[in-house]
């Protein structure tokens, strides 16, 4: 996108359509002053006593004609506008999307998905009032009061210049009123303000269930309620800031009428006789009443043009964000070994989430990453997904570094079932399917299987076509993981990342997927997180992570014996299994 904005990059790409719109305007301003003409020539014709019934229609059909005829162009002009406006939404907002999807997912965490949905949807909509209907009419906007000031001016210059003064006095004020709100930076603070509010909305409604629970309401919503006075205040102190020059800006251009009036009786009285001049001032007055209505589409021009214009920054800061590099070399993996190398982490600067991690998994080995809650193992996870690049060192899996393929090829060799889990709003054999598009009914049906899903799903009244999330069902947790590891399962990459993926299964499933996973995993190189050390003591490699550093590595017996820290997680660990059992029985 350089450094061109957004908008102008796409109005060029629909420059056809769009200097169609112009000129078909150009010409529906250009007829709309031949009714003018018309009631002219008729009153010309009464005045002079020199009319006939046919001469009359004559100039009633020219008029009635071009007033049909100036519609009938103006709506092909705004069809024109309106076909590129919609093209353009079209594409900003597609790749507004592609685009997101290579940013790094650390954009997600740092900007509130209220605030990215406002510029995706408002913002973005506002350019298709600013397009479809804003540049038809900015153009005749224009070219109208150009067209009247050489008519007015032309026909009697005196009558021309006096007509005009409350335009150009109007117009000045307009111009003032416009540049303070400019520069008092009201239209940026309007837009921060609506933001606010609206990322604080979501933030809201998601808080929800503890805002129920603790009994809290809006006001004790602190941030929400202040954001929603601010835009409150603003709003009205922005309208208020407007009222004295917006009513004299259209009191005065609505007004030209009270001048030409006076001041034509006035030429009059001092040539009674004159008809021509007669016929003149009732010309200008006809002309003058209808004057308002092009300065007032200017002036709403002007005013949304700032607005779009605010939009515009957020769609090019949006643009702006740097995806992540794709340096594809055309390298491979060799095999799917793991290899972390010196790797030091931060979320945000100063505040190092991992320091100096290494560790090495064999390929085709079991491997589990335990400790406790915030020491990095999500991250290390995340890291390995490349969904952070590292701060320094580097990750490897089969001796290539993890930068220097494609995501693509880095998503072909893991497949991973988070912490949190994401299900799209589709039906359940789609979701499972995400794993492996090509995949064919029996194949999901056999994940589903080994994931513990199956039999849940049968259950539903619409089987594997239940639609999830939103006019759909819902699933509690634990069923949500296990279509999500059925999910993983069928995607059978060489690498398997489980952040958590049994945490919320009760103790029968888990037993049983973790014998599933067992089973699959012959071929592949697996990394388990896990809070519930029973479940991971007969892998091949236990890393031991704490406040960001992979403190020891070996096997169950071995940690034991070896690392404090493994044996009070796990000394803890069997008083809560066996407190289970106990209760249990
Ligand atoms: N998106 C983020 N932005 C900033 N800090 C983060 C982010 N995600 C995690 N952190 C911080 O990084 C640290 C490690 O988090 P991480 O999720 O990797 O821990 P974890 O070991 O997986 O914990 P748990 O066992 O509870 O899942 C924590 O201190 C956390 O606050
Ligand atoms: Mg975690």
């Given at each position: 996108?350089?450094?061109?904005?957004?908008?102008?990059?796409?109005?060029?790409?629909?420059?056809?359509?769009?200097?169609?719109?112009?000129?078909?305007?150009?010409?529906?301003?250009?007829?709309?002053?031949?009714?003018?003409?018309?009631?002219?020539?008729?009153i010309?014709?009464?005045?002079?006593?020199?009319?006939?019934?046919?001469?009359?229609?004559?100039?009633?059909l020219?008029?009635?004609?071009?007033?049909?005829?100036?519609?009938?162009?103006?709506?092909?002009?705004?069809?024109?506008?309106?076909?590129?406006?919609?093209?353009?939404?079209?594409?900003?907002?597609?790749?507004?999307?592609?685009?997101?999807?290579?940013?790094?997912?650390?954009?997600?965490?740092?900007?509130?998905?209220?605030?990215?949905?406002?510029?995706?949807?408002?913002?973005?909509?506002?350019?298709e009032?600013?397009?479809?209907?804003?540049?038809?009419?900015?153009?005749?906007?224009?070219?109208?009061?150009?067209?009247?000031?050489?008519?007015?001016?032309?026909?009697?210059?005196?009558?021309?210049?006096?007509?005009?003064?409350?335009?150009?006095?109007?117009?000045?004020?307009?111009?003032?009123?416009?540049?303070?709100?400019?520069?008092?930076?009201?239209?940026?603070?309007?837009?921060d303000?609506?933001?606010?509010?609206?990322s604080?909305?979501?933030?809201?409604?998601?808080?929800?269930?503890?805002?129920?629970?603790?009994?809290?309401?809006?006001?004790?919503?602190?941030?929400?309620?202040?954001?929603?006075?601010?835009?409150?205040?603003?709003?009205?102190?922005?309208?208020?800031?407007?009222?004295?020059?917006y009513?004299?800006?259209?009191?005065?251009?609505?007004?030209?009428?009270?001048?030409?009036?006076?001041?034509?009786?006035?030429?009059?009285?001092?040539?009674?006789?004159?008809?021509?001049?007669?016929?003149?001032?009732?010309?200008?007055?006809?002309?003058?009443?209808?004057?308002?209505?092009?300065?007032?589409?200017?002036?709403?021009?002007?005013?949304?043009?700032?607005?779009v214009?605010?939009?515009?920054?957020?769609?090019?800061?949006?643009?702006?964000?740097?995806?992540?590099?794709?340096?594809?070399?055309?390298?491979?993996?060799?095999?799917?070994?793991?290899?972390?190398?010196?790797?030091?982490?931060?979320?945000?600067?100063?505040?190092?989430?991992?320091?100096?991690?290494?560790f090495?998994?064999?390929?085709n080995?079991?491997?589990?990453?335990?400790?406790?809650?915030?020491?990095?193992?999500?991250?290390?996870?995340?890291?390995?997904?490349?969904?952070?690049?590292?701060?320094?060192?580097?990750?490897?899996?089969?001796?290539?570094?993890?930068?220097?393929?494609?995501?693509d090829?880095?998503?072909?060799?893991?497949?991973?079932?988070?912490?949190?889990?994401?299900?799209?709003?589709?039906?359940?054999e789609?979701?499972?399917?995400?794993?492996?598009?090509?995949?064919?009914?029996?194949?999901?049906?056999?994940?589903?299987?080994?994931?513990?899903?199956?039999?849940f799903?049968q259950?539903?009244?619409?089987?594997?076509?239940?639609?999830?999330?939103?006019?759909?069902?819902?699933?509690?947790?634990?069923?949500?993981?296990?279509?999500?590891?059925?999910?993983?399962?069928?995607?059978?990459?060489?690498?398997?990342?489980?952040?958590?993926?049994?945490?919320?299964?009760d103790?029968?499933?888990?037993v049983?997927?973790?014998?599933?996973?067992?089973?699959?995993?012959?071929?592949?190189?697996?990394?388990?997180?896990?809070?519930?050390?029973?479940?991971?003591?007969?892998?091949?490699?236990?890393?031991?992570?704490?406040?960001?550093?992979?403190?020891?590595?070996?096997?169950?017996?071995?940690?034991?014996?070896?690392?404090?820290?493994?044996?009070r997680?796990?000394?803890i660990?069997?008083?809560?299994?066996?407190?289970?059992?106990?209760?249990?029985?």
């Amino acid at each position: 996108m350089k450094n061109e904005s957004v908008l102008i990059v796409y109005l060029k790409r629909k420059k056809g359509l769009l200097s169609a719109s112009g000129l078909l305007s150009i010409a529906s301003t250009l007829v709309q002053f031949i009714p003018y003409y018309c009631i002219y020539r008729i009153i010309e014709l009464l005045m002079v006593n020199q009319y006939s019934a046919a001469s009359l229609m004559q100039w009633s059909l020219l008029a009635i004609g071009s007033l049909i005829g100036g519609m009938v162009l103006l709506y092909v002009s705004s069809m024109c506008s309106h076909v590129a406006a919609f093209d353009i939404l079209y594409e900003i907002r597609m790749d507004i999307l592609a685009h997101l999807s290579k940013v790094p997912m650390g954009y997600f965490t740092e900007h509130a998905s209220g605030q990215m949905i406002k510029t995706i949807d408002q913002a973005v909509e506002k350019m298709e009032s600013f397009i479809a209907h804003q540049i038809p009419d900015i153009v005749s906007a224009v070219l109208f009061p150009v067209v009247y000031v050489v008519l007015m001016i032309s026909i009697d210059w005196r009558l021309g210049l006096v007509s005009l003064i409350p335009l150009i006095i109007g117009l000045l004020l307009y111009a003032v009123l416009m540049g303070t709100t400019m520069k008092n930076n009201t239209v940026k603070q309007y837009h921060d303000a609506l933001e606010d509010m609206n990322s604080n909305g979501v933030e809201y409604v998601r808080a929800m269930p503890a805002v129920k629970v603790f009994g809290l309401s809006v006001d004790n919503f602190k941030r929400f309620h202040e954001s929603i006075e601010n835009y409150r205040s603003l709003v009205v102190e922005w309208t208020k800031s407007f009222r004295t020059g917006y009513v004299l800006f259209t009191t005065l251009i609505t007004s030209c009428v009270l001048v030409v009036m006076p001041f034509g009786a006035y030429l009059l009285s001092q040539d009674p006789q004159n008809k021509s001049l007669a016929l003149t001032v009732m010309m200008f007055v006809i002309l003058s009443s209808g004057t308002s209505a092009p300065f007032m589409k200017l002036m709403y021009a002007a005013s949304t043009f700032s607005n779009v214009n605010e939009g515009v920054k957020r769609v090019d800061e949006m643009f702006a964000v740097t995806e992540v590099v794709e340096k594809d070399s055309g390298a491979s993996f060799q095999d799917n070994g793991i290899q972390f190398d010196q790797v030091s982490f931060a979320y945000t600067p100063g505040v190092p989430v991992l320091q100096d991690v290494s560790f090495a998994l064999k390929p085709n080995t079991m491997n589990a990453l335990v400790g406790p809650s915030g020491g990095g193992k999500s991250t290390i996870a995340q890291l390995l997904l490349r969904f952070y690049d590292v701060g320094s060192g580097s990750i490897k899996i089969g001796q290539t570094d993890i930068r220097e393929v494609s995501v693509d090829t880095l998503m072909k060799q893991v497949s991973f079932v988070f912490q949190d889990v994401t299900l799209f709003n589709d039906t359940l054999e789609e979701n499972i399917r995400m794993g492996n598009t090509a995949a064919t009914q029996a194949e999901i049906i056999a994940v589903a299987k080994q994931a513990r899903c199956h039999d849940f799903i049968q259950q539903l009244p619409q089987g594997y076509e239940t639609k999830i999330g939103e006019h759909g069902v819902y699933l509690s947790k634990g069923e949500a993981q296990r279509v999500s590891i059925a999910r993983a399962l069928l995607k059978n990459a060489p690498i398997l990342v489980l952040d958590e993926a049994t945490a919320y299964a009760d103790s029968e499933n888990e037993v049983f997927i973790q014998q599933a996973i067992n089973e699959l995993v012959s071929g592949k190189t697996v990394l388990i997180i896990a809070h519930r050390l029973w479940t991971i003591q007969h892998v091949d490699q236990i890393l031991v992570c704490n406040q960001g550093r992979i403190e020891q590595s070996g096997t169950h017996d071995e940690l034991l014996a070896t690392s404090e820290l493994y044996a009070r997680l796990w000394h803890i660990n069997s008083e809560t299994k066996d407190w289970g059992v106990n209760a249990n029985a």
